[in-house]
């Protein structure tokens, strides 16, 4: 079973060695109009108020969660920064909230990822302040709704533990990127229409963010094994890794 | 076992950014935002950005220098962690 994963990763990232050049990133300042940056700003605040009463009851409950917290947005912290190169031809980077949302939930990413765009926004124009709500609906609720609801759902229907990690965190990196193309799409398409605008964008994300979501879905396995192997009480108290799954392996 | 499985993992993961680089080396590689801008233009060709950025940095040395402590930052965190809990679980398996 593994190695045929390991053969289709090699398969995958060789055939889009060849693609077109391409972009992927998070919608820049100042190009959603103001009624649409309205509607993402009010689109993602209940799911950071919830992140955060989430947050605090969880740390309540067990304090020492706080540096695994903390180890998560370090994780998407650092993944945000890396712009990595991709085969297409030009650059994108991971969003690194597949951990978090796999150890946490989904909500909680949303304040941690509101944390990193704004970080990029203010020190690197990077995203932006306006589109902030946007970004922080794909990358901190889209993106590990997806994720947490994969990595459940698999986990219940007894899918192996890193098979799991795997495809969540791989297909929520792609439903960010997917959620930004929506959302560009929604505000600048043609005559075509929203759906003809949206397989442009989808198009040129997908294709540029797969061997990323690859690689990003294959460190979160590393990581949340290296996790498991010396953190097991503080991963049981989450009980988001399935009763099962401590186990094996 | 467990060891060397991941550090497969781990090659596979340097394999698939090193890639790109080595089939696909001419290619410009440059950062997206510009060619969204671009793909937005062609789709709508009088549109104009209504807000700029409050403040850019005002070199590619300087964008690089945030961008580097942002990982290093983010970094420096994971790792003090993982050598915590490993420190700890190496000191209770002595205990």
Redesign the interface.
């Known amino acids: 079973m593994?190695k045929k994963i390991?053969l289709t990763?090699?398969v995958l990232?060789?055939t889009f060695?060849?693609s077109q050049?391409?972009?992927?990133?998070h919608?820049?300042?100042?190009?959603l109009?103001?009624k649409w940056a309205a509607f993402w700003f009010l689109a993602a605040i209940p799911f950071v108020f919830h992140g955060l009463r989430c947050i605090e009851k969880k740390v309540q409950e067990q304090p020492s969660l706080k540096?695994?917290l903390?180890?998560a947005g370090?994780?998407?912290?650092?993944l945000?920064?890396?712009?990595?190169?991709?085969?297409?031809?030009?650059?994108?980077h991971p969003t690194g909230v597949g951990l978090g949302a796999i150890l946490f939930g989904p909500t909680p990413m949303a304040v941690i990822s509101t944390i990193v765009l704004l970080?990029?926004?203010?020190?690197?124009?990077?995203g932006?302040?306006?589109t902030l709500g946007a970004n922080v609906f794909s990358m901190g609720i889209m993106g590990p709704l997806i994720v947490y609801g994969l990595h459940r759902g698999m986990v219940k229907a007894g899918c192996a533990r890193n098979v799991a990690v795997f495809l969540a965190a791989a297909v929520g990196n792609l439903v960010t990127y997917l959620v930004t193309s929506l959302q560009?799409s929604l505000v600048?398409?043609?005559a075509g229409g929203i759906t003809a605008?949206f397989a442009?964008?989808a198009a040129?994300f997908a294709v540029t963010q797969i061997?990323?979501a690859?690689?990003e879905g294959?460190?979160t396995?590393?990581v949340i094994?290296?996790?498991m192997?010396?953190?097991l009480t503080e991963l049981q108290a989450l009980s988001v890794l399935g009763k099962g799954g401590v186990n094996d392996? | 076992m467990?060891n060397k499985?991941?550090g497969?993992?781990?090659l596979?993961?340097v394999?698939?950014?090193i890639?790109?680089?080595v089939?696909?080396p001419d290619?410009?590689?440059?950062?997206?935002?510009?060619?969204?801008?671009d793909?937005?233009k062609e789709?709508?060709p009088h549109?104009k950005?209504?807000?700029?950025?409050?403040?850019?940095?005002p070199s590619a040395e300087i964008?690089s220098l945030?961008?580097?402590l942002?990982?290093a930052?983010?970094?420096g965190?994971?790792c003090y962690?993982?050598g915590?809990?490993?420190g700890?679980?190496k000191g209770k398996d002595l205990a």
């Open positions: 593994a390991y990763v090699l990232g060789l060695s060849f050049p391409a972009y992927a990133m919608i820049m300042e100042g190009f109009p103001i540096m695994l903390a180890f370090a994780f998407a912290f650092v945000s920064a890396l712009k990595l190169p991709s085969v297409t031809g030009s650059s994108s970080f990029q926004a203010l020190l690197l124009a990077h932006g302040i306006s560009l600048y398409h043609e605008a442009k964008f040129i061997p990323l690859i690689a294959l460190l396995v590393v094994n290296f996790l192997k010396y953190n392996e | 467990m499985k991941m497969f993992l781990v596979i993961i394999i698939i950014v890639m790109p680089l089939f696909n290619a410009p590689y440059d950062g997206a935002d510009g060619r969204a801008v793909a937005i789709i709508a549109s950005p209504w807000f700029s950025p409050i403040w850019e940095p964008e945030i961008f580097s942002q990982a930052l983010g970094s965190f994971i962690y993982l915590y809990q490993a700890k679980k």
